[in-house]
T-cell receptor, first 113, second 118 residues
Framework: GENVEQHPSTLSVQEGDSAVIKCTYSDSASNYFPWYKQELGKGPQLIID?????GEKKDQRIAVTLNKTAKHFSLHITETQPEDSAVYFC????????????FGTGTKLQVIP | DAGVIQSPRHEVTEMGQEVTLRCKPISGHNSLFWYRQTMMRGLELLIYFNNNVPIDDSGMPEDRFSAKMPNASFSTLKIQPSEPRDSAVYFC????????????????FGAGSRLTVL
């Protein structure tokens, strides 16, 4: 089955700086890569995703890059704000059909005002 | 749509008691997942259903755990008997349809059920 590794486990940045979280996956058939943000006391929520037919996707201050050859993908948050503080999870999925969703171990991001 | 609805939000029980967690997926979604979240192990997939049928329950820790999905709008996760090490937040999530080009892969989570077993 798919194995997803995520680094770092914790990350502290100053407000306004950038944050980068990296994930690697094992199954080359994976073609859909979502990122979820979990705020305290809430369930994870999808913030951005990327499919294997593109190398980069951006949505305002967040972006995701994908390197299929190396089987890794990254989340980039620019101009971080205190409200970005949360736990972030990545996942790698073979889309279509009935596929289970396995998440990385999570990154706790703290943005220091 | 009210999203994925879980109940109870919080449960405190004593060791040995039966615990039942409930989930109502988003209407029209045909896949349902149960996850357990702890500090030590992160988000663990326990079991998932497609069209009400259990597909993979390899993540269920032991026979004390069982899950059912009697219809498309309801699922339960039961722990009997409960133990202190079962203390965690349990999430239910649902996903709709199939197909790479649709929103079918988007997993929507409920708010979770925080279980404390004393």
């Amino acid at each position: 089955g798919e194995n997803v590794e995520q680094h770092p486990s914790t990350l502290s940045v100053q407000e306004g700086d950038s944050a980068v979280i990296k994930c690697t996956y094992s199954d080359s058939a994976s073609n859909y890569f979502p990122w979820y943000k979990q705020e305290l006391g809430k369930g994870p929520q999808l913030i951005i995703d990327i499919r294997s037919n593109v190398g980069e996707k951006k949505d305002q201050r967040i972006a995701v890059t994908l390197n299929k050859t190396a089987k890794h993908f990254s989340l980039h948050i620019t101009e971080t704000q205190p409200e970005d503080s949360a736990v972030y999870f990545c996942a790698a999925i073979i889309s279509g059909g009935y596929q289970k969703v396995t998440f990385g171990t999570g990154t706790k991001l703290q943005v220091i005002p | 749509d009210a999203g994925v609805i879980q109940s109870p939000r919080h449960e405190v029980t004593e060791m040995g008691q039966e615990v039942t967690l409930r989930c109502k997926p988003i209407s029209g979604h045909n896949s349902l997942f149960w996850y357990r979240q702890t500090m030590m192990r992160g988000l663990e997939l326990l079991i998932y259903f497609n069209n009400n049928v259990p597909i993979d329950d390899s993540g269920m820790p032991e026979d004390r755990f069982s899950a059912k999905m009697p219809n498309a709008s309801f699922s339960t996760l039961k722990i009997q008997p409960s133990e202190p090490r079962d203390s965690a937040v349990y999430f239910c999530a649902s996903r709709g349809g199939q197909g790479a080009l649709s929103g079918a892969n988007v997993l929507t989570f409920g708010a979770g059920s925080r279980l404390t077993v004393l």
